[in-house]
């Protein structure tokens, strides 16, 4: 129903405590899938502050190829090409 009224794919809450010092606070994850499902993005950030904020971007290349890319909260972008194995 949320994903009806507000547009996002995923809306979660979750207590966080920061790693520099012991304070923390609630951390709060928004999730939206793009281009026809392809495309998924995450934004975290600690309510509270302005500088805990990730950005993940995961794009899907193959039924079990993704490539995602991240942005954490030093501010440091990187990539990765992440692969899904199945065992059954």
Known sequence: RFRNIAGLDRF???????GSSSAGGPRLTVGKSL???R???TYS???????E???RLEYILGRNVFL???RDEQGQVGGDLKFRFEFR
Do not use: F, K, R
């Open 12 to 18: 979660q809450v979750d207590p966080y405590v920061t």
């Open 68 to 70: 995602v890319g991240v």
């Open 53 to 55: 904020q990730v950005i």
């Open 35 to 37: 281009i026809d499902g």
């Open 39 to 41: 495309l998924y993005m």
């Open 45 to 51: 950030a600690t309510i509270g502050t302005s500088e």
